[in-house]
């Protein structure tokens, strides 16, 4: 088949790669147009872009496909199939239907779980034990097309949204060539999604960063997992903002004050080599590596190290900017 491959970031690189080892014949590579990049802000491509240069693809990046031009190029590329992840632009119904098969997607969640651009921090979040990858035939909707081919792996529970992340983006590459080797055979089933079970998965934003430390240490853990690499979690103590990377619930033999009604919600209960203990409003929870303001993250071992009395019991982390 004359396959055109459309995406932008690593997660789609990672199937493009894929692709092109198993010796499909891909005819065009669509992604974004270059970003602005480094201190320098110069213009860097993505790596869906950076793959495509290696291997000499055609390469096209339009803004969105609302001029006539943009059709028209997509038409002459005679594609039998467009294969779709992480792209970032909505496909009108003329793309849709320009190749022979339409457009294939590959979305990191088991449909109709996930709909949108975040699936897989929301998945973390909201305390998921599984997701995986779902090869869905493109509509005009966003995330509803018929499902064709479903793989599934469990989210643990020291995932964050990088470990989770790289692996799908591996699940991804295995899916889709499963599922073109079964559209060769004729053995796809489409199934229909029940929008009554689905979910929306909203663009992460910084501003979801803040921890709220009245929430239980089980959601606070969830939020840093999910936001690790980005956009990193973040609280205020005294003037300074301190990113926090990771972090792991203590169970209730092993922390301080555990019954003491007087903890305030963001106190700091205990800080030592091992983490900075913290109260949240429910349970505890210890803070393990940390990012203080003009340093890179670090172990909170290699914090206490150099800054034994930083992080001073008693003190109280404020969980918004204000």
Not at 115 to 138: C, F, K
Request: hydrophobic share 40%; charged share 20%; aromatic share 4%.
């Amino acid at each position: 088949m004359r396959i055109i491959f459309a995406g932008t970031p690593d997660f789609a690189a990672t199937a493009l790669a894929d692709l092109l080892s198993a010796g499909h014949t891909v005819v065009a590579v669509y992604t974004q147009p270059d970003r602005p990049a480094g201190r320098g802000r110069k213009l860097k491509p993505g790596p869906v872009k950076a793959l495509a240069l290696e291997h000499h693809l055609s390469i096209e990046q339009p803004i969105n496909f609302k001029e006539i031009d943009s059709i028209e190029t997509l038409k002459n590329y005679n594609a039998d199939l467009m294969i779709v992840a992480a792209y970032g632009l909505l496909l009108p119904k003329a793309v849709l239907e320009t190749p022979t098969l339409g457009c294939l997607n590959i979305h990191a969640s088991l449909l109709p779980r996930w709909r949108g651009a975040a699936p897989i921090q929301r998945a973390i979040l909201a305390g998921d034990t599984e997701t995986g990858i779902t090869i869905m035939q493109m509509n005009e909707g966003l995330d509803t097309g018929d499902m064709l081919l479903k793989l599934s792996t469990p989210i643990e529970e020291h995932d964050t949204g990088g470990s989770l992340h790289d692996r799908l983006a591996e699940l991804g590459g295995e899916a889709i060539l499963m599922a073109l080797n079964k559209l060769t055979e004729q053995q796809l089933q489409p199934e229909k999604q029940d929008d009554k079970s689905a979910n929306y998965a909203k663009k992460l934003n910084k501003a979801e960063a803040w921890i709220d430390w009245s929430q239980s240490a089980i959601e606070i853990d969830r939020h840093i997992r999910a936001f690790n690499p980005w956009p990193t979690c973040q609280s205020k103590l005294a003037d300074k903002i301190i990113r926090i990377h990771e972090a792991q619930i203590l169970e209730p033999t092993n922390t301080v004050n555990s019954t003491n009604q007087d903890n305030k919600c963001g106190k700091i209960l205990a800080y030592s080599k091992q983490g900075i203990d913290v109260q949240c409003g429910h349970g505890q929870l210890r803070l393990t590596k940390c990012q203080l303001p003009g340093s890179r993250a670090m172990p909170v071992i290699d914090i206490h190290n150099g800054h034994p009395d930083l992080f001073n019991c008693g003190q109280n982390f404020i969980g918004n900017d204000t």
